[in-house]
Structure formats: structure tokens, C-alpha cells
């Protein structure tokens, strides 16, 4: 089992930047799959990239494409979110995830979820 924790959420102006991490504990980090999903009010929790266990594969949803970049560093257990370009539709909870097998897209493929970090963006 792992254990997830998100930090680096905030406020941020339109256009400005955020750097998201993720910590984990537990089992060996590197031999899962991570993935951020984030979560509007009143909408589904929606895909926003992933990253092979090695880092060596990365996945975006069309919506970050360009804007957002997804890392990992094994040797500290720590996965992050680089976004860039914010909008305000990028307002959300966001949330790191992970799995013992390939990266997906679907949040039921996911196994382990931080609590969640917030991230808002005014316009």
C-alpha cells in the first residue's frame, strides 16, 4: 500500500504558475503509475495527465497540453505538477493517484488518492 499527500495548492492570478507535489510513503514508489485528476465543484473528478513508473512516458488531457508538465523524482518518493498558463477553468481540487500497472485515464483504474490539494485561479 501507499500513502499520498498533495501540497502547493493556492490562489494565483490568470496566467500566472503553480508547482503541485506529491509525496509518497509506504511501498516502493517507483513501481507505480502516477496520474493527477482534479475536481471542480459540481463536476466529475476529470483526468489531467499521468506518467509511467519510470517517468520515461508521460500522457496529457488535451486541456493542459502545453500548458502543464508532469515529473517524478524516485529517489524522493515525489511526483509534480508544473502548471503554467493558468485559467480559471484550471480552478480545482487536485489530486494525485496511483497504480501498480500502466497508466490510465480513468479514475476507477486508480487504487491510491491524496487527499487533495486546491488550486484557484481568478480572472
Known amino acids: 500500500q501507499v500513502q499520498l499527500v498533495e501540497s502547493g495548492g493556492g490562489l494565483v492570478q490568470a496566467g500566472g504558475s503553480l508547482r503541485l507535489s506529491c509525496a509518497a510513503s509506504?511501498?516502493?514508489?517507483?513501481?507505480?503509475?502516477m496520474a493527477w485528476f482534479r475536481q471542480a465543484p459540481g463536476k466529475e473528478r476529470e483526468f489531467v495527465t499521468a506518467?509511467?513508473?519510470?517517468?520515461?512516458?508521460?500522457y496529457y488531457a488535451d486541456s493542459v497540453k502545453g500548458r502543464f508538465t508532469i515529473s517524478r523524482n524516485n529517489a524522493k518518493s515525489t511526483m509534480y505538477l508544473q502548471m503554467n498558463s493558468l485559467k480559471p477553468e484550471d480552478t480545482a481540487v487536485y489530486y494525485c493517484?496511483?497504480?501498480?500497472?500502466?497508466?490510465?485515464?480513468?479514475?476507477?483504474?486508480?487504487?491510491?488518492w491524496g487527499q487533495g490539494t486546491q488550486v484557484t485561479v481568478s480572472s
Open positions: 506518467i509511467s513508473w519510470s517517468g520515461g512516458s508521460t
Open positions: 509506504g511501498r516502493t514508489f517507483s513501481s507505480y503509475a
Open positions: 493517484a496511483a497504480r501498480s500497472t500502466l497508466y490510465g485515464v480513468s479514475y476507477q483504474e486508480y487504487d491510491y
